[in-house]
């Protein structure tokens, strides 16, 4: 299988260590991973917030870039609810039937990294060992419009060392949705309230989740209020073994 990594922009800027955990997670498993240069953003902050024409480009650059591998994993449940979802809407707003064509025929082919390992590999224990306290925190995108559901939580289940506590209200936003916190800050910033109030209930250590741009919005919370409580994506949690523990 020909599996290429989407780092997504978000990643690639402010948290590259989640790029090099997917891609550690994968070659584990026995895969080569492709890391294509020429990938750019996938459009979402623009398709998002009205600029959908002028998204177009950067969906017709994704579609060129990615559609010769078997396999897109990114760390990143947003970005790749943006494919799967609203580029079959970019391509009927450019009127182009081939991007319509060739978006159909990419799009099942783009996975988030949890549920590529287990329901497109099958996979639900990847020789992980995390010995810390840890809650989940499922976004938005993830749980409602890639529909991942226990996928997550079934690979957390398997790491080894692991102490994981169920987050009350997990189903519920943190607040981010991209420009959302900052249109809409007030609203935001109140269910950011509730969403780590949830996290200090569990007593975890850390709090992760398959979205960096979540664990941003929550992380700063926590930050502000020095809890005490890191955000860590699920990549680095999977990625790491008993030997990065004990070196």
């Avoid at 402010?14 to 890391?35: K, N, S, Y």
């Avoid at 419009?145 to 080894?160: C, I, S, T, Y």
Wanted: glycine fraction near 8%.
């Amino acid at each position: 299988m020909r599996v290429a990594l989407f780092i997504t922009c978000f990643n690639d800027t402010l948290f590259p260590e989640t790029g090099r955990a997917t891609v550690r997670i994968l070659e584990r498993l026995g895969h080569e991973v492709e890391f294509p240069l020429e990938q750019t953003c996938c459009g979402q902050m623009h398709f998002n917030t009205g600029y959908q024409r002028e998204a177009i480009p950067l969906v017709r650059r994704f579609v060129e870039i990615f559609s010769p591998y078997d396999a897109v994993v990114a760390p990143s449940g947003s970005c790749v609810g943006m494919v799967r979802e609203l580029y079959p809407l970019a391509a009927e707003l450019a009127g182009d039937a081939r991007l319509a064509a060739d978006i159909e025929a990419l799009a099942p082919k783009v996975f988030e990294l949890s549920e590529f390992l287990v329901k497109k590999l099958g996979v639900t224990d990847v020789g992980a060992y995390y010995p810390h306290r840890v809650t989940y925190h499922a976004t938005c995108h993830s749980l409602r419009m890639l529909e991942v559901g226990e996928a997550p939580l079934e690979l957390l289940k398997n790491v080894r060392g692991i102490d994981l506590v169920e987050l009350p209200e997990a189903r519920e936003c943190c607040g981010f949705g991209g420009t959302f916190a900052v249109k809409n800050a007030d609203t935001s910033m109140a269910m950011l309230g509730d969403k780590i109030r949830h996290v200090l209930d569990t007593r975890a250590e850390i709090c992760t989740a398959g979205d960096n741009s979540c664990l941003l919005h929550i992380g700063g919370g926590l930050h502000r209020q020095r809890a005490g409580v890191e955000t860590v994506h699920l990549a680095q949690i999977l990625a790491t073994t008993e030997e990065d523990t004990n070196p």
